[in-house]
């Protein structure tokens, strides 16, 4: 990687009395990029969130935003934005106030922290908005003043913690696609904790899977999702194709290793229309094996399907000891 290191994180421990929170995690992420954080409920993502953005004292590591050590210092010396599930927007305040607000403590005079606060309310799509109330918008309208929120100081680096959660479902996949064009025009490190793969996917340059506490396997998006490292990698990122070997490791049947048309021919025991084509299950000699078809691929569908598992294209993954 060429580009330069924005965030480095060595080594990083947190505990809470017995239940260590962040064991030993190290990542780096450079300038541009965006780094999705995934990782079931529990599993210690907000808390190195929150230890990288200054607001926990970590047990043990070092914390580098834009290559200083910083691990002890208070948050407001790190030059982070910050956007959390809830968005915790001042509600006597307006919109413009809000954005602006975080720029006055920092110095900045009135006129200039508004016009800065216009331009990032601009750059979010909500400048018509800028002399509503908070309470006055909808749930993601705020969602979006938060962001502005964060983005006002210009920082070097945004952490985001699950900022879509709270969302319904349509209004996630619209915000989802503004923010990876809002990402493109920043130069900006950005990490996104979240536990939503397609989050992951539509939002992330790398992505680093945690479990209990630590890293199980970082790398580019494609290849994570492509490649898992383990057996619960796998499970985790919703791979269906996993079938136990004797000696206790665990085999992956890619789709890009089967080969349609070819083989011997197996039952179709499921089918799930989906929007662009269907998804079915044929009862295969290793097990039910899941397969998504083109519309044009289901279309001439009968009660059986020629599927040929290219053994070259299959991974064998260890399992990890229970968490
Ligand atoms: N202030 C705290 N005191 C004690 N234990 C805590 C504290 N904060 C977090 N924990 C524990 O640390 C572990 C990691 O919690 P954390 O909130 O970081 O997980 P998470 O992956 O962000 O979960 P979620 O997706 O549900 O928000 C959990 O076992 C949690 O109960």
């Avoid at 004292?57 to 935003?65: M, Q």
Wanted: hydrophobic share 40%; proline share 8%; with cysteine.
């Amino acid at each position: 990687m060429t580009a330069e290191v924005q965030l480095s994180v060595q080594g990083l421990w947190k505990r809470y009395g017995a239940v260590a929170a962040v064991q030993d995690v190290s990542l780096q992420l450079p300038l541009g990029q965006t780094l999705a954080l995934l990782g079931p409920s529990g599993c210690g993502k907000s808390t190195l969130l929150r230890v990288i953005a200054g607001l926990e004292r970590p047990d043990a590591g070092t914390v580098r935003p834009g290559g200083q050590d910083l691990t002890h210092a208070p948050p407001e010396q790190r030059g982070v934005g910050l956007v959390f599930q809830d968005y915790a927007l001042f509600p006597h305040l307006s919109v413009l106030d809000n954005v602006a607000y975080g720029l006055r403590r920092r110095g900045l005079p009135g006129p200039q922290a508004r016009a800065r606060a216009h331009e990032t309310l601009e750059q979010v799509g909500l400048g018509t908005l800028a002399g509503r109330r908070t309470t006055e918008l909808s749930g993601g309208q705020q969602q979006r003043v938060a962001l502005a929120r964060a983005l006002a100081p210009q920082p070097q680096l945004l952490l985001l913690d699950e900022p879509l959660s709270n969302l319904d479902e349509q209004l996630r996949s619209t915000l989802r696609s503004e923010l990876r064009e809002l990402f493109a025009q920043l130069n900006t490190a950005v990490l996104l904790v979240t536990h939503d793969q397609r989050e992951a996917q539509a939002l992330a340059d790398t992505v680093a899977l945690m479990r209990a506490g630590a890293l199980v396997q970082t790398g580019p998006v494609a290849e994570v999702f492509e490649r898992p490292a383990t057996a619960w990698a796998a499970r985790f990122l919703g791979q269906p194709n996993l079938y136990p070997l004797p000696d206790g490791r665990v085999r992956l049947v890619p789709e890009s290793a089967v080969q349609l048309g070819q083989g011997p021919a197996w039952p179709v025991v499921g089918r799930q229309p989906l929007e662009h084509g269907l998804r079915v299950t044929l009862a295969h000699d290793l097990g039910p094996l899941v397969l998504h078809l083109s519309p044009r691929e289901a279309a001439g569908l009968g009660d059986t399907l020629r599927a040929a598992v290219q053994p070259d294209g299959c991974l064998t993954l260890p399992e990890e000891p229970a968490a």
